[in-house]
C-alpha cells in the first residue's frame, strides 16, 4: 500500500507553522508523507523557466522552515519549489503527480469589499482536485 501524501501549498506567512503541524499530525498515524509546495507565480511576460535568483532563495528559504517545522514534529516531508502561471492549477497538477489524497490549504480571514474573502486559489483548488481538500482558516482576531 502506497502511504498516504497530504500537500501543504504554503506561501511564507505566519500561518504556515500552523498549517505544517496540522498535516502532519493528520499523516503521522499511517505513516505517511507531507509534500511541502511553494509556488512562484510567474507573469505571462516573463518566460516560464526565468531564473529569478532571489526569489527562488525566499522560496528556498521558506521551504526550509517549513520542513524544520515537520522533522521536529518527526513527520516525513518533501519540499519542492515550482515556477507557474497561476497557484491553483499548479496545486492541482501537483496533487496528481504525487498521487496526494489530500490537499490541506491555511487561509487567513481577509474582508474584500467588507465582507470574507477566499481569494482565487482556494476556491479553484476546491473545484478542480482529484482528492479531497481540507481548508484551514485563521480565526478573525489573529489576522486583523
Known amino acids: 500500500m502506497t502511504p498516504e501524501i497530504i500537500l501543504v501549498p504554503i506561501k511564507g ?13 493528520m499523516v503521522k498515524p499511517n505513516g505517511g508523507r507531507v509534500v511541502l509546495l511553494y509556488i512562484l507565480e510567474i507573469s ?3 518566460p516560464l523557466d526565468i531564473e529569478d535568483r532571489r526569489a527562488t532563495a525566499l522560496g528556498e528559504d521558506i521551504l526550509n522552515a517549513a520542513e524544520a ?14 515556477q507557474a ?7 492541482i497538477q501537483e496533487a496528481i503527480e504525487r498521487n496526494a489524497i489530500t490537499i490541506f490549504i491555511s487561509l487567513p480571514y ?19 482536485a482529484p482528492c479531497q481538500v481540507v481548508l484551514r482558516r485563521e480565526p478573525v482576531s489573529e489576522s486583523q
Open 13 to 25: 506567512t505566519p500561518h504556515d507553522h500552523k498549517a505544517v503541524a496540522m498535516a502532519c499530525d
Open 44 to 46: 505571462r511576460e516573463h
Open 69 to 82: 517545522i515537520a522533522r521536529k514534529r518527526k513527520c516525513s516531508v518533501d519540499a519542492q519549489l515550482i
Open 85 to 91: 502561471r497561476e497557484v491553483g492549477p499548479a496545486i
Open 110 to 128: 481577509k474582508e474584500k469589499y467588507g465582507a470574507y474573502s477566499m481569494g482565487t486559489t482556494a476556491p479553484y483548488v476546491l473545484k478542480n
